[in-house]
C-alpha cells in the first residue's frame, strides 16, 4: 500500500500542470489573435450570428476558439474560474471541424465551431472530474459524459473546465484544490455558486456556452449574480450519466443539468438540439419526452397568464430586487399580457424538506470525499458535515412521503390559481432569484427562493432584468426583521449597498414553470427577455 500524498502538495501539483498549459496556449493565442482583434471576437452576445458565421465558414473554428482561449486565460487571470484546461483538444478539433466543413459544404451540427464550457463534474475521458475534492485528483475519466458526447456530435467544442464550491453544495465558489473564484466585477464579491466557475467566465466573455448543474439554484443563483441566462430543466430531460455528484444515488431531489449563456437563443438552441438527439436512448433516467415545437409556439404566439410572486415571505427582496421585478410586471402587463398574485404557500414546507434532505446521511458522504483527500472544510461545508445524525431508513420513508404530499398540493395549488376576468390557468411564475445580488464573499445564506423549484422539479430560467441603480439607495426599507436570515439580510443591503449600486451589479428574474412544461418556460422567456430589453 503507497503513502498517501500530502493533499497541499497535490493541490501544488495540479495548479502547476493548469499554469504551464495555460502559459503555453495563452502566449500562443496572443501572438495568433492579436491582429485579429479577439476581444471584438468574443464581446458579441449575438449566438445566431456566430454560429450563422461558422456554419457557413465566414470565420473559421480555428481562429474562433484562438479567440476565446486568450479570452478565457484573461478571464482566469483574473477571477480564477478555470480548472481543467483543455485547449490543446480544442484546437484539434477547430481544425477538424473546419476541414469537414470544407469537404463537406455543411456543418456538423448546430452548435457547429460552438465554444463551450462545463461545470468540473461532467467526466471529459482523460481528465479529472474533482467536484472540488482533493481527493479525487488524478483519477481521469474513463470516457466521456452522455451530454459531453452529444455535444461534440452537435458541433461543439469543449475548452475547459470551471471551478465550484468543496462538495458542490454551496452556492458561492471556493474550494481548497481550485481556490476561491471572483467576480469579474469586484474581487471582493462572489460570481454565486456551485456554477460559479463557468459564470465568471461567461460574465468576462471568455466563453459562449457553458453547462452547470442545478439542486438548489446552482445555476440560476450564478446567472442572476452575473447578468447571464440559466436554465434549470425538469430533471429528466437532460442526461446526467457520467456526471458525479456529492451524495450520488439519492433520488429523492434529483438534480438538472442546464446551460448557462450570455444569449437566450444560446440556451434555446443547446437545449432543443440535445431533446432531439433523442437522450432516452442514452440514459435510462432521461424521460422520452420530444421537443415539443406546437408547445412552444403557441406559448409564444399569445398573451400569457403569468403569476407574480414579490416576496417569499421569509427573506426580504432588497430594493433593487423588488424594484427590477416590478419593472417587468408593469411592462408585460402593458404588453397585453395577465398578470394575476402569487403567494409563497406552501414555500417555508418546501425549504424544510429540503434542508432535511441535505444532510439525511448525517455528512457521511461529504466527510469521506474530504477524508480521502485530506484537505480542510470549507466554513459551509464543515456546518453541512456537522449537521447531527443520519435519518434512519424508516425516518427517510417519511420525509419522502412529506415531499410527495407537498409535490400533490402544489400541483393542486397551481391549478386552482386563475386569472381574472377568463379563468385561464397559470402558464408560469415569475420571482426573484434571490433576496439580493452578488454580496461579498461569504455573504450567502437564504437560497429559498430557488431550491423550492428543485423539491418540485419544475423548470426554471434566470434571465437578466437590470441593475442596482443610484436611486435604490434612497428606497424606504425599514420593516422590521421577521428573523435572524431576514435581519442578516437587510445588515447585507445597509452595509453594502453604496458599492453594490456603484457597481451596477445584475438583478434577475425567475420565470418557472409546472413539471416537464420545459417549453413554455423557454416561449415565456423569450417573450419576458424581449419586453425586458426593450423596457430596460
Known amino acids: 500500500m503507497g503513502v498517501k500524498r500530502d493533499w497541499q502538495a497535490i493541490v501544488a501539483e495540479k495548479r502547476r500542470i493548469q499554469r504551464d498549459l495555460m502559459s503555453l496556449h495563452s502566449n500562443h493565442t496572443n501572438s495568433t489573435t492579436r491582429g485579429e482583434n479577439a476581444n471584438s471576437v468574443t464581446d458579441t452576445a449575438a449566438f445566431n450570428t456566430l454560429a450563422a458565421q461558422l456554419s457557413g465558414g465566414e470565420v473559421s473554428c480555428e481562429n474562433i476558439i484562438k479567440a476565446y482561449i486568450t479570452r478565457a486565460c484573461e478571464a482566469h487571470a483574473k477571477t480564477n474560474c478555470l480548472t481543467e484546461i483543455l485547449f490543446d483538444d480544442a484546437l484539434h478539433r477547430a481544425k477538424e471541424l473546419d476541414s469537414y466543413l470544407a469537404e463537406h459544404r455543411q456543418p456538423v451540427g448546430p452548435l457547429h465551431g460552438i465554444p463551450v464550457t462545463v461545470k468540473d463534474q461532467f467526466d471529459i475521458a482523460e481528465f479529472d472530474s474533482t467536484i472540488g475534492y482533493v481527493g479525487r485528483s488524478f483519477q481521469p475519466a474513463a470516457r466521456d459524459s452522455v451530454l459531453v458526447e452529444m455535444l461534440r456530435s452537435l458541433g461543439a467544442i469543449v475548452m475547459a473546465k470551471t471551478n465550484l464550491p ?10 481548497p484544490l481550485w481556490g476561491l473564484t471572483t467576480n469579474p466585477l469586484h474581487s471582493g464579491y ?40 440559466g436554465f434549470k430543466p425538469s430533471s429528466a430531460r437532460l442526461p446526467y450519466r457520467g456526471v458525479p455528484v456529492s451524495t450520488e444515488g439519492q433520488e429523492h431531489v434529483p438534480s438538472s443539468i442546464g446551460p448557462m449563456a ?12 440535445l431533446v432531439e438527439l433523442k437522450p432516452w436512448d442514452f440514459d435510462a433516467r432521461c424521460a422520452a419526452i420530444p421537443w415539443r415545437e406546437d408547445v412552444y409556439q403557441g406559448a409564444i404566439s399569445r398573451p400569457l397568464v403569468i403569476g407574480v410572486l414579490l416576496d417569499d415571505e421569509v427573506v426580504r427582496p432588497h430594493p433593487p430586487i423588488s424594484r427590477v421585478l416590478r419593472s417587468a410586471v408593469e411592462a408585460l402587463r402593458d404588453a397585453g399580457h395577465q ?13 424544510e424538506v429540503m434542508d432535511q434532505f441535505y444532510k439525511a446521511d448525517g455528512g457521511e458522504d461529504i466527510r469521506e470525499a474530504v477524508k480521502a483527500g485530506g484537505e480542510p472544510f470549507i466554513k459551509h461545508v464543515q456546518k453541512l458535515v456537522d449537521c447531527g445524525s443520519p435519518l434512519s431508513v424508516f425516518q427517510y420513508w417519511q420525509l419522502n412521503k412529506r415531499k410527495w404530499e407537498l409535490q400533490q ?18 402558464d408560469v411564475v415569475i420571482m426573484p432569484p434571490m433576496p439580493h445580488t452578488s454580496v461579498p464573499h461569504g455573504g450567502c445564506r437564504w437560497v429559498g427562493y430557488t431550491k423550492v423549484w428543485n423539491v418540485l422539479d419544475y423548470p426554471a430560467i434566470v434571465v437578466p432584468g437590470g441593475h442596482v441603480r ?29 458599492v453594490m449600486a456603484s457597481l451596477k451589479l445584475p438583478v434577475g428574474v425567475q420565470i418557472i414553470g409546472r413539471r416537464h412544461a420545459d417549453e413554455t418556460v423557454l416561449a415565456a422567456a423569450k417573450i419576458i427577455d424581449d419586453i425586458l430589453r426593450v423596457s430596460t
Open 339 to 351: 398578470i394575476v398574485n402569487w403567494d409563497a404557500q406552501l414555500h417555508a414546507e418546501c425549504v
Open 190 to 229: 462572489t460570481p454565486g455558486g456551485s456554477t460559479g466557475g463557468e459564470s465568471a467566465l461567461l460574465a468576462s466573455n471568455g466563453s459562449v456556452l457553458g453547462w452547470g448543474t442545478d439542486i438548489g439554484g446552482s445555476i440560476r443563483i450564478p446567472a442572476h449574480m452575473m447578468g447571464l441566462y
Open 262 to 273: 450570455r444569449s437566450l437563443d444560446a440556451i434555446l438552441t443547446a437545449f432543443k438540439s
Open 166 to 175: 468543496q462538495s458542490i453544495m454551496w452556492c458561492e465558489t471556493e474550494n
Open 470 to 498: 443610484d436611486q435604490d439607495l434612497s428606497e424606504p426599507w425599514s420593516s422590521q426583521p421577521r428573523n435572524a436570515i431576514d435581519e442578516w439580510n437587510k445588515a447585507l443591503w445597509d452595509d453594502n449597498k453604496e
Open 409 to 426: 398540493q402544489y400541483l393542486e395549488k397551481w391549478k386552482a390559481i386563475r386569472s381574472a376576468p377568463g379563468g385561464q390557468p397559470v
